[in-house]
């Protein structure tokens, strides 16, 4: 089975900074889809980014980028320009590409705090 | 708005009480996943249809059951409910394997 390993619980950086978060995941299939969503304080589940491992590009989506590295297994989410409304709860995800039927297997979030 | 609806948003019920939760995928979309979200835990797998049959089971107690309608919409049924029930329970929708799971805005079920 598949795990996820985020290995910050809480982050805190001034407005405008650029923040990094960091997962690592555990899995001996080859393809498979990754994934950063945001828990606002309203605990509503937002996408934020998708990387197909298949992908050697990193995946961007405006602000948000990710540093894809297979080998390692290893998929961090980059934040520039942070905001105030960046404050989240923020997930790194797993899914198998070829049927996965449990979903999403979650890591445990990392609480991400943007200081005005 | 993800296009995933849940009913209801909040809902207060004593223990040994059963509720119902309600989730209609986005168009389109044949699987429905349910997860609960305790305030001490991440999320927790509970169950997944695909159009109208059972995928797979996760970590779902004997107390709750599901299912799926041939209008794909898909209800949590809890049972017996316990004070430990109380959380937020996401249903999440995909349209098939491998494409993007989104997410209702969850139902907070308090159970006192």
């Known amino acids: 089975a598949q795990t996820v390993t985020q290995s910050q619980p809480e982050m805190s950086v001034q407005e405008a900074e650029t923040v990094t978060l960091s997962c690592t995941y555990d899995?001996?299939?080859?393809?498979?889809?990754l994934f950063w969503y945001k828990q606002p304080p309203s605990r509503q589940m937002i996408l934020v980014i998708r990387?197909?491992?298949?992908?050697?590009q990193n995946a961007t989506e405006n602000r948000f980028s990710v540093n894809f590295q297979k080998a390692a297994k290893s998929f961090s989410l980059k934040i520039s320009d942070s905001q105030l409304g960046d404050t989240a709860m923020y997930f790194c995800?797993?899914?198998?590409?070829?049927?996965?039927?449990?979903?999403?297997?979650f890591g445990k979030g990392t609480h991400l705090i943007i200081q005005p | 708005d993800s296009g995933v609806t849940q009913t209801p948003k909040h809902l207060i019920t004593a223990t040994g009480q059963r509720v119902t939760l309600r989730c209609s995928p986005r168009?389109?979309?044949?699987?429905v996943y349910w997860y609960q979200q305790s305030l001490d835990q991440g999320l927790q797998f509970l169950i997944h249809?695909?159009?109208?049959?059972?995928?797979a089971k996760g970590n779902i107690l004997e107390r709750f059951s599901a299912q799926q309608f041939p209008d794909l919409h898909s209800e949590l049924n809890l049972s017996s409910l316990e004070l430990g029930d109380s959380a937020l329970y996401f249903c999440?929708?995909?349209?098939?394997?491998?494409?993007?799971?989104?997410f209702g805005e969850g139902s907070w079920l308090t159970v006192v």
């Open positions: 168009s389109g979309d044949l699987s």
């Open positions: 995800a797993f899914t198998y590409s070829g049927g996965g039927a449990d979903g999403l297997t």
């Open positions: 990387q197909e491992a298949y992908k050697q």
């Open positions: 999440a929708s995909q349209q098939g394997s491998g494409n993007t799971i989104y």
């Open positions: 249809y695909y159009n109208g049959e059972e995928r």
């Open positions: 899995t001996s299939e080859s393809n498979y889809y």
